[in-house]
């Protein structure tokens, strides 16, 4: 195994080369970083800068390593945000706002949440990765998203050196999606994130996705608390996803196509049994899973590459697959979709080292 040499920034992070990547990203694909430097507190981050170390390229930055494929070698220096921090303020309307760093594992935040009784993000539970990555990303399950309780966040500007703070408004939330995947995409590191959660007392469940409220009817819940809802999803997710220390994935490789009502209505004509969920932007979201399993791929294994038995949406590793397998399977599906459907699916993940 290829062992990694250090060097360090005056005063700053140690920065480690040909380091291997693969316990790092939840695929378990094998992969090295050139360059390394592992961030435990914000303030590394401008003593970086004035080293020169983002002058000439930005570097991948890496949280869970959850929502990635290195489909080649990174051909970057590779930044993992390890910073971590807990707060609770406390306010007098009912509502706290929770401060948290970007390395702290999301699902544990959540499970901190709902300890104190906080309301909000009850509903994303189990969702890999960091924090740091989930405004990017703008995390969403069961009828919730990260914008729904969001603040603020502060970020590093890698062009300027300076802190920055952004409000939601600023963010640019859509579905999947913020300015940091577009405008800012590789200039801003996320560092922290506020959000507002609320008192159990002050707190309304959002039971808006039917598979969530069926199945608290089911355990016979007529009454859920927000732990209620908590250990529901969670039980939701573990029946559906495969834990990535089993086998290699990355969670949902495919985000849910949103499609213009006409199409949908002509493609229902042609499959009466196609699900849609309409949004207030007179455009219906198919399920991903639902179109890939139509097709074929739910299941399937070709070579070390599969598509996952209890959920289409889910590309695993069945052991020893390289990113460009990976990749190739998932280009495969996206063949098959866009040749039946007319539906062209759009990777969740991040595709690093290879032209998607």
């Known amino acids: 195994m290829p062992h990694s040499n250090s060097s360090s920034v005056q005063n700053g992070p140690e920065i480690r080369h040909n380091v291997n990547l693969k316990p790092m990203n939840t695929l378990g694909v094998e992969a090295h970083a050139d360059t390394f430097v592992e961030i435990q507190k914000a303030e590394q981050l401008p003593l970086l800068y004035e080293e020169g170390f983002f002058a000439e390229q930005s570097p991948i930055i890496l949280g869970g390593g959850s929502n ?26 009912g509502t706290v706002h929770l401060k948290a760093g970007a390395g702290e594992n999301w699902h544990e935040l959540v499970s901190f949440a709902v300890e104190k ?70 200039r801003m590191i996320v560092c922290e994130v506020t959000l507002k959660l609320n008192t159990r007392e002050n707190h309304t469940l959002n039971l808006s996705y039917s598979g969530l409220s069926d199945s608290l009817k089911s355990k016979n819940i007529d009454k859920p608390t927000i732990r209620d809802v908590y250990n529901t999803v969670v039980a939701i997710r573990r029946s559906k996803l495969p834990d990535p220390s089993d086998i290699g994935n990355a969670g949902s490789f495919f ?8 199409k949908f209505e002509t493609l229902k004509a042609d499959y009466p049994g ?83």
């Open 117 to 186: 009784d906080l309301g909000g993000i009850e509903n994303l539970a189990l969702i890999p990765g960091t924090v740091g990555a989930a405004p990017i990303q703008n995390i969403g399950a069961y009828g919730v998203e990260l914008k729904d309780v969001f603040v603020s966040l502060s970020a590093f500007d890698t062009v300027t050196g300076e802190f920055e703070i952004y409000t939601a408004e600023e963010c640019s939330f859509g579905y999947r999606d913020s300015v940091f995947k577009h405008d800012l995409k590789g």
């Open 274 to 356: 196609l699900p849609g969920y309409k949004l207030e932007t007179d455009e219906v979201k198919i399920p991903a899973a639902w179109l890939i399993e139509k097709t074929g791929w739910k299941g399937r294994q070709v070579g070390n590459v599969g598509t996952y038995e209890n959920q289409a949406l889910v590309i695993v590793n069945h052991g020893g697959a390289t990113g460009e397998e990976i990749f190739n399977h998932a280009k495969t599906i996206q063949k098959s979709v866009l040749e039946t459907f007319g539906i062209d699916l759009m990777p969740e993940v991040n595709i690093i080292g290879i032209q998607s």
């Open 255 to 262: 985000k849910n196509p949103i499609v213009t009502e006409e």
């Open 68 to 93: 990635l494929l290195f489909g080649g070698q990174p051909g970057r220096p590779v930044l993992k945000m390890s910073v971590k921090k807990r707060e609770v303020i406390e306010n007098d309307t």
